[in-house]
């Protein structure tokens, strides 16, 4: 695709209920960023995928947040046992290399009742 | 550690004015700074970078080292450039930290 590609665009989930955000990257970019974007918390860094090396967990706010990006592409955000201060848009963004800009996708919207 | 600042959630000024977000950052190296924008119901993009020393849609912005600023500043501002603005620090080559925004309103 053209742009960075984010699906589902809105979930609705239960509190407790487990989740899957999924994003495509541009293709041949290697880096990969995860974030969570809400009212009062601006653009909050979740995770950082470069290439073949060790992500950048360090802004996952709990254990129940993980990541993956399999063959160096597409990526997963699983949230488990969701709580509901867990609502808000969930953002991804790729870049092709060094000093490059971030190009993001829509984002998901994630609502927990 | 490495760290941006945006110490207005919100600004709003009268179209004409002139208008300054402001953006401190934290960080012991040499900072790659950009400032993105995201306007209503459009995607965030990047408005500008540092290392370009370039003027977007008549929005500009200086690195401060000695202040450990980047404010973005615009001479007269337009109802258009409504929108939320994040700073964004660039460090360890490509880890990408941005600060909780600002929200301007460019009222009539």
């Known amino acids: 695709g053209a742009g960075v590609s984010q699906s589902p665009s809105n979930k609705v989930t239960e509190k407790g209920k487990d989740v899957e955000l999924r994003c495509d990257p541009i293709?041949?970019?290697?880096?990969l960023y995860w974030y969570r974007q809400s009212l009062g918390q601006g653009l909050e860094f979740l995770i950082y995928?470069?290439?073949?090396?060790?992500?950048?967990k360090s802004g996952l706010p709990s254990d129940r947040f993980s990541a993956e990006r399999t063959g160096g592409s597409v990526s997963t955000l699983t949230i488990q046992r969701t709580q509901q201060e867990d609502s808000a848009v969930y953002l991804c963004?790729?870049?092709?290399?060094?000093?490059?800009?971030?190009?993001f996708g829509s984002g998901t919207q994630l609502s927990v009742l | 550690a490495q760290r941006v600042t945006q110490p207005e959630k919100l600004l709003s000024v009268f179209k004409g004015a002139p208008v300054e977000l402001k953006c401190n950052y934290s960080?012991?190296?040499?900072?790659?700074l950009f400032w993105y924008v995201q306007y209503s119901r459009q995607r965030l993009q990047l408005l500008l970078r540092?290392?370009s020393r370039e003027s977007i849609k008549g929005f500009t912005a200086d690195l401060n080292k000695g202040e450990t600023s980047f404010h973005l500043k615009k001479p007269f501002a337009q109802e258009e450039d409504s929108a939320m603005y994040y700073c964004?620090?660039?460090?360890?080559?490509?880890?990408?930290?941005f600060g909780a925004g600002t929200r301007l309103t460019v009222k009539p």
């Open positions: 995928f470069q290439g073949n090396s060790a992500p950048d």
């Open positions: 964004a620090l660039l460090y360890n080559n490509n880890d990408m930290r």
């Open positions: 960080y012991s190296g040499s900072p790659e």
């Open positions: 540092h290392i």
């Open positions: 293709s041949g970019h290697t880096a």
């Open positions: 963004a790729s870049t092709g290399g060094v000093n490059e800009k971030l190009f």
